[in-house]
């Protein structure tokens, strides 16, 4: 259904909206039409954008800089035929980033909820007339798996406002545990037969960020090859099982907003990992969204990619 609808094969733009320094430098020239061009001449379908809610909120009310960057995006990337999903990275009161961010809140208060749907209507308002193309992610990563009982009303009570301006465009949900395949099995049934069930895969994490230096789940200093890594198919089908039945049994497609390698590993490694997991993805009709287009660790555009990029593309 995702391949059919144009949201299957796509790069996350992530670090321009969000996860920044919001500078006028960032916000401006982060990402810019070439940018675009380029994702679209790899033959990708979508983008991703992760935007922090800082930079569509001003004060009580709305930023109109914060929109249009966002509407600039999205008529670019309907020129060159790109399809757009706006992910709400963070909200008033919630971070998946519990290291850097100081967001907190939000799972206990009514008040932040109510903000966050004002949020939401307010996106819908603006981009809803267009569900042939621009989809709607509510909120990245959420952590724990305390929060699920309180994030399962949110997301209902949140799609039901959304839908009075957006009645037909695809709505992004994931689960807990940072949106993990395995955590898929446990959200509600779907508001509606416009909701798309979403998760991300990192897996395995010592592999995919090893030698990262903002989490202490992590040792820094340890390098793993891909042959030693114990990742096969095999391994995805197994970590992807839950989520797939999940899907099917509720008749949801199933997308995976975000998934990569670090720049520590070696090339050859990087592009033995996805190809390993594209091959699971294209057997059950999986959507998929690579992070990501530049910088942020993960680049697809770093140097160090030159010489498997062209095979890299390939499986995307």
């Not at 008529?75 to 850097?100: M, N």
């Amino acid at each position: 259904m995702l391949k059919k609808l144009g949201f299957y094969r796509g790069v996350n733009l992530g670090g321009w909206l969000s996860q920044c320094d919001y500078s006028e430098e960032r916000l401006h020239h982060f990402i810019t039409k070439q940018d675009l061009e380029k994702i679209a001449a790899w033959g990708a379908d979508h983008v991703r954008i992760p935007v922090d809610h800082n930079v569509l909120e001003e004060g009580k009310g709305f930023s109109e800089e914060g929109f249009a960057l966002l509407a600039q995006a999205a008529e670019d990337c309907r020129a060159l035929g790109l399809h757009v999903v706006i992910d709400l990275h963070k909200t008033a009161g919630f971070s998946f980033d519990t290291y850097g961010e100081d967001e907190h809140g939000f799972f206990e208060s009514a008040a932040l909820q109510e903000r966050f749907y004002r949020l939401w209507e307010e996106i819908a308002r603006r981009f809803g007339d267009a569900p042939d193309r621009i989809a709607f992610e509510l909120l990245n990563e959420v952590t724990d798996r305390d929060y699920l009982p309180v994030w399962n009303q949110v997301v209902r009570r949140c799609i039901a406002r959304i839908r009075t301006f957006a009645p037909e465009t695809l709505i992004l949900v994931g689960s807990y545990w940072n949106n993990a395949a395995e955590a898929v099995k446990d959200l509600e049934a779907p508001f509606d037969s416009r909701v798309v069930y979403n998760m991300h895969c990192y897996e395995p994490l010592t592999f995919t960020h090893q030698g990262a230096y903002w989490t202490d789940a992590i040792d820094p200093e340890v390098r793993i090859p891909f042959a030693e890594s114990g990742t096969d198919a095999a391994y995805f089908e197994d970590l992807f099982a839950s989520a797939i039945e999940k899907a099917k049994a509720n008749g949801v497609p199933l997308y995976c907003g975000e998934y990569g390698v670090i720049d520590r590993t070696a090339p050859e490694d990087a592009l033995a990992w996805y190809r390993t997991i594209h091959s699971v993805f294209e057997r059950h009709g999986i959507g998929r969204c690579a992070w990501s287009y530049k910088a942020m660790d993960f680049g697809l555009t770093d140097p160090r990619l030159d010489s498997v990029r062209g095979e890299l593309l390939r499986c995307l």
